[in-house]
């Protein structure tokens, strides 16, 4: 405690507030879901690409499985980014 005030340390020893190891905290996590989303959409697309190249090349089962993967991941992305939309709208 300092002047009655709950002091918080990381394991480096930086020092936080409450409000500021809450605040510090949500941007890590937003900033981690970010990353998490690029990834899943740069997956997304180059398995797109892949099966449209595997389609053209007349290998249909390896393009659908291409493509399949690639329709779940999109639906992966747009559930992430609800969420972190809509934590982002309603801070705690």
């Known amino acids: 405690k300092d002047n009655g005030l709950t002091r918080y340390r990381c394991h480096v020893g930086h020092s936080f507030s409450q409000v500021g190891l809450i ?3 949500e ?4 900033s981690t879901l970010w990353m ?5 959409e740069e ?3 180059l398995l797109m690409q892949l099966g449209k190249k595997e389609s053209g090349k007349g290998k249909s ?4 499985t ?4 690639s ?3 999109e639906i992966h992305a747009r559930r ?3 969420m972190i939309f809509s934590a982002t709208k309603h801070p705690r």
């Open 80 to 82: 992430l980014k609800d």
């Open 36 to 40: 998490a989303l690029r990834m899943i």
């Open 23 to 25: 605040s510090n905290m």
């Open 61 to 64: 089962h390896l393009a659908d």
């Open 71 to 73: 329709r779940e991941l």
């Open 43 to 45: 997956r997304k697309n």
């Open 66 to 69: 291409y493509l399949k993967r």
């Open 27 to 30: 941007a890590s996590t937003e």
